[in-house]
């Protein structure tokens, strides 16, 4: 195949495509963040880099850039999606600084914001937002991690003191892996089960307080260490424990829940299950900011294994007079350019989702409007989606990119083990991403209705297939254009060009639908068997639904991936984009091509030319690898990689060197090395 590309593309066309709505903050990252200091740090022992981490986030304080999601009357900017894109920002320097921010002003600062009131806003926003306050987000328990809504922690209304009795009941409920808890938090938004007349209300979250000023436990706390972790040695992780610690009654955050001084409860919103689900919705910025951080290390590392792979040189191909370098094999590009093009399609997927982050939290806590129940759990269900999605691709490419720098890639001091320590956590924390894959196939199933996210009815459930087209098929940005590719797609779909958008586009839709079918009809068939336990009407589909999820997220994906491309301005790079957008469909086609031959969408004989073409595509895309990764306009002194600073010189003066030892020129190499040459390379 010809290549139809330019020859060259300006990279910078490429950068503001993916900068997207909020360039402007990630202009001012590199910036107003572009030295040394913010860039990780390699050997440190445990203590030296939490000390090290606080220090950076006490001056990040001070910069403005963590100021950007609260509210305009305490020096913010009221801008959420702005808040969310600094975060990930961050995440392409020191991922302990970036847990560490995340914690302090999102999920503490945050919780206090969303789920408090004023009189909470006036009394501590500033001195969170200052860093004056260093807190921790204690949700997350020993025996219950995944399912908060069982979580074992009690808050107890006595009317007669005007308090709450916090307590922790038994090992298994105290809360673990609290970041900022350690060392440094000196209050904790707790969460707990609130009980008040002898009745639980759910879990509701209070503002604790647990070190005194010269950083002693408070009576009735007890605060441990987590120890060594894999990676992020900068966060303080540690356990919390509260043996009937007395907690003012203004201390609970009360937007979605009060109690009065004589212990009734009221809630603008009755039904305990929507009122929690409603509470964890507001708080849904950390799932979205650990997806875009998962997105931006991801980013990161392919930068590094890609420039490395330009100028490092491995064995010679007969008649040549030099070794080869490594992004000339196919198999080197076959690891890292249907990564590069997932990287760049889950960079537009999270564009467009914190873009709807945005404008439905900034229409309810700036507006006042009325929360819109179906757009909020679209919103659930698409972080959800995409935290797994981002998270996953960061462990899969992150060791892919670990390989490709061979011995290289395990040395310290070319940040990609350290990338692999810190993000591997990210698949289970903010949700376990199995869980969350589950929460979007409930989503589909359910059409996401009150009952969302309980197993209790699944049984009694009536499903009907007509839904599947009004659920599944919701609205993207580029639904419109998505719908016309779509429907121009003759029903002779065996003699399209396999790189028709249309195509392609249909062949995601058609598996999501089928797949989403066939889980209903298996759990209609489940809830009529007599004896059939509700749980295992279920948990017999499990395999299914989760595929279910997986070929809903791949088709949200390929359609923000879509809406991208119409960004593109310059010609050239819109050019590159499409080829690219070519190269992420019919990978991901071509990794499930079993199930495509299995029901009846591909040929054997349409399966092999959908192998030639992602090896076409990977041709075409050869020339413009690092062109690609400069779109990502990462400041080279935040990927503190030593490599690509000593790689191109050392590969340059060797072969001279060889060449010099062997006078005529002859190339150097030996019988081994001459054996190991793929035909025809």
Same mark, same amino acid.
């Given at each position: 195949?010809?290549?139809?590309?330019?020859?060259?593309?300006?990279?910078?066309?490429?950068?503001?495509?993916?900068?997207?709505?909020?360039?402007?903050?990630?202009?001012?990252?590199?910036?107003?963040?572009?030295?040394?200091?913010?860039?990780?740090?390699?050997?440190?022992?445990?203590?030296?880099?939490?000390?090290?981490?606080?220090?950076?986030?006490?001056?990040?304080?001070?910069?403005?850039?963590?100021?950007?999601?609260?509210?305009?009357?305490?020096?913010?900017?009221?801008?959420?999606?702005?808040?969310?894109?600094?975060?990930?920002?961050?995440?392409?320097?020191?991922?302990?600084?970036?847990?560490?921010?995340?914690?302090?002003?999102?999920?503490?600062?945050?919780?206090?914001?969303?789920?408090?009131?004023?009189?909470?806003?006036?009394?501590?926003?500033?001195?969170?937002?200052?860093?004056?306050?260093?807190?921790?987000?204690?949700?997350?328990?020993?025996?219950?991690?995944?399912?908060?809504?069982?979580?074992?922690?009690?808050?107890?209304?006595?009317?007669?003191?005007?308090?709450?009795?916090?307590?922790?009941?038994?090992?298994?409920?105290?809360?673990?892996?609290? +970041?900022? *808890?350690? =060392?440094?938090? &000196? !209050? @904790?938004?707790?969460? $707990?089960?609130?009980?008040?007349?002898?009745? %639980? /209300?759910?879990?509701?979250?209070?503002?604790?307080?647990?070190?005194?000023?010269?950083?002693?436990?408070?009576?009735?706390?007890?605060?441990?260490?987590?120890?060594?972790?894999?990676?992020?040695?900068?966060?303080?992780?540690?356990?919390?424990?509260?043996?009937?610690?007395?907690?003012?009654?203004?201390?609970?955050?009360?937007?979605?829940?009060?109690?009065?001084?004589?212990?009734?409860?009221?809630?603008?919103?009755?039904?305990?299950?929507?009122?929690?689900?409603?509470?964890?919705?507001?708080?849904?910025?950390?799932?979205?900011?650990?997806? +875009?951080? *998962?997105? =931006?290390?991801? &980013? !990161? @590392?392919?930068?590094? $294994?890609?420039?490395?792979?330009?100028?490092? %040189? /491995?064995?010679?191909?007969?008649?040549?007079?030099?070794?080869?370098?490594?992004?000339?094999?196919?198999?080197?590009?076959?690891?890292?350019?249907?990564?590069?093009?997932?990287?760049?399609?889950?960079?537009?997927?999270?564009?467009?989702?914190?873009?709807?982050?945005?404008?439905?939290?900034?229409?309810?806590?700036?507006?006042?409007?009325?929360?819109?129940?179906?757009?909020?759990?679209?919103?659930?269900?698409?972080?959800?989606?995409?935290?797994?999605?981002?998270?996953?691709?960061?462990?899969?490419?992150?060791?892919?990119?670990?390989?490709?720098?061979?011995?290289?890639?395990?040395?310290?001091?070319?940040?990609?083990?350290?990338?692999?320590?810190?993000?591997?956590?990210?698949?289970?924390?903010?949700?376990?991403?199995?869980?969350?894959?589950?929460?979007?196939?409930?989503?589909?199933?359910?059409?996401?209705?009150?009952?969302?996210?309980?197993?209790?009815?699944?049984?009694?459930?009536?499903?009907?297939?007509?839904?599947?087209?009004?659920?599944?098929?919701?609205?993207?940005?580029?639904?419109?254009?998505?719908?016309?590719?779509?429907?121009?797609?003759?029903?002779?779909?065996?003699?399209?060009?396999?790189?028709?958008?249309?195509?392609?586009?249909?062949?995601?839709?058609?598996?999501?639908?089928?797949?989403?079918?066939?889980?209903?009809?298996?759990?209609?068939?489940?809830?009529?068997?007599?004896?059939?336990?509700?749980?295992?009407?279920?948990?017999?589909?499990?395999?299914?639904?989760?595929?279910?999820?997986?070929?809903?997220?791949?088709?949200?994906?390929?359609?923000?991936?879509?809406?991208?491309?119409?960004?593109?301005?310059?010609?050239?790079?819109?050019?590159?984009?499409?080829?690219?957008?070519?190269?992420?469909?019919?990978?991901?086609?071509?990794?499930?091509?079993?199930?495509?031959?299995?029901?009846?969408?591909?040929?054997?004989?349409?399966?092999?030319?959908?192998?030639?073409?992602?090896?076409?595509?990977?041709?075409?895309?050869?020339?413009?690898?690092?062109?690609?990764?400069?779109?990502?306009?990462?400041?080279?002194?935040?990927?503190?990689?030593?490599?690509?600073?000593?790689?191109?010189?050392?590969?340059?003066?060797?072969?001279?060197?060889?060449?010099?030892?062997?006078?005529?020129?002859?190339?150097?190499?030996?019988?081994?090395?001459?054996?190991?040459?793929?035909?025809?390379?």
């Amino acid at each position: 195949m010809t290549s139809t590309l330019p020859r060259t593309v300006d990279p910078s066309c490429l950068r503001e495509v993916l900068d997207g709505r909020w360039a402007h903050v990630r202009r001012e990252a590199r910036e107003q963040l572009g030295d040394r200091r913010w860039a990780p740090v390699y050997g440190e022992s445990v203590q030296e880099a939490r000390e090290r981490v606080t220090r950076l986030a006490a001056e990040l304080a001070t910069t403005g850039r963590v100021s950007l999601g609260f509210p305009e009357q305490y020096g913010g900017e009221a801008d959420a999606g702005a808040s969310v894109t600094s975060i990930e920002m961050l995440a392409f320097g020191d991922l302990s600084l970036m847990v560490k921010a995340g914690v302090q002003w999102g999920l503490f600062g945050g919780a206090v914001q969303l789920l408090g009131t004023q009189r909470h806003h006036d009394a501590y926003l500033p001195d969170i937002m200052s860093f004056a306050l260093p807190g921790c987000f204690a949700m997350t328990e020993t025996g219950h991690g995944s399912d908060v809504q069982q979580l074992r922690t009690t808050c107890t209304y006595d009317p007669a003191t005007q308090t709450f009795d916090l307590h922790t009941p038994h090992e298994a409920a105290r809360k673990d892996y609290i +970041g900022n *808890a350690a =060392a440094d938090g &000196r !209050m @904790a938004v707790v969460f $707990a089960q609130l009980v008040t007349q002898g009745q %639980r /209300q759910g879990v509701h979250a209070w503002l604790v307080p647990i070190r005194d000023e010269d950083g002693n436990p408070l009576p009735g706390v007890t605060i441990g260490d987590d120890g060594p972790k894999a990676g992020l040695l900068g966060v303080d992780n540690g356990r919390l424990s509260f043996d009937h610690v007395r907690v003012p009654r203004e201390m609970l955050l009360d937007r979605y829940g009060q109690v009065a001084e004589d212990g009734t409860y009221t809630s603008s919103i009755e039904n305990e299950t929507r009122r929690f689900f409603t509470m964890l919705g507001t708080l849904v910025r950390g799932r979205v900011s650990v997806g +875009g951080s *998962a997105g =931006a290390a991801t &980013r !990161m @590392a392919l930068d590094i $294994a890609v420039r490395y792979g330009e100028v490092r %040189r /491995q064995f010679t191909a007969p008649g040549r007079d030099r070794e080869i370098v490594l992004n000339d094999y196919l198999v080197h590009q076959r690891k890292l350019l249907p990564a590069l093009a997932t990287s760049y399609a889950l960079a537009f997927a999270q564009e467009e989702l914190v873009g709807t982050m945005h404008d439905i939290q900034t229409a309810v806590h700036e507006h006042g409007e009325e929360v819109d129940e179906a757009a909020q759990r679209e919103l659930e269900s698409r972080a959800a989606g995409l935290k797994a999605a981002q998270t996953w691709h960061a462990t899969r490419t992150i060791q892919t990119c670990r390989e490709a720098l061979g011995g290289a890639g395990y040395l310290a001091e070319n940040r990609l083990p350290q990338l692999k320590a810190d993000t591997d956590v990210f698949t289970t924390f903010e949700g376990d991403n199995t869980v969350l894959m589950q929460l979007v196939a409930k989503g589909l199933l359910t059409g996401y209705r009150d009952a969302f996210g309980s197993l209790d009815g699944w049984g009694r459930v009536a499903f009907v297939a007509d839904m599947v087209r009004e659920t599944v098929l919701e609205r993207t940005a580029a639904r419109a254009l998505v719908t016309r590719l779509v429907d121009a797609v003759p029903g002779r779909e065996d003699v399209l060009p396999l790189r028709d958008r249309g195509w392609q586009l249909a062949m995601l839709e058609f598996r999501e639908k089928h797949t989403l079918e066939g889980a209903i009809r298996r759990l209609r068939r489940n809830a009529a068997t007599d004896g059939m336990e509700p749980f295992e009407v279920f948990n017999s589909v499990q395999d299914h639904v989760l595929r279910t999820a997986q070929a809903h997220v791949d088709r949200i994906v390929l359609e923000a991936f879509v809406a991208g491309i119409e960004r593109a301005a310059d010609p050239g790079a819109r050019a590159l984009l499409d080829t690219l957008c070519d190269l992420y469909a019919l990978s991901t086609i071509e990794a499930d091509k079993g199930w495509f031959l299995e029901h009846g969408r591909l040929t054997p004989a349409r399966s092999k030319a959908l192998t030639a073409t992602v090896n076409a595509l990977l041709r075409e895309l050869r020339p413009h690898m690092v062109t690609l990764v400069d779109g990502f306009a990462i400041p080279h002194v935040w990927k503190q990689a030593a490599v690509l600073d000593e790689e191109a010189g050392r590969q340059e003066a060797m072969y001279r060197e060889d060449l010099a030892a062997r006078p005529g020129g002859d190339t150097p190499h030996d019988t081994a090395v001459t054996v190991a040459v793929p035909p025809g390379q």
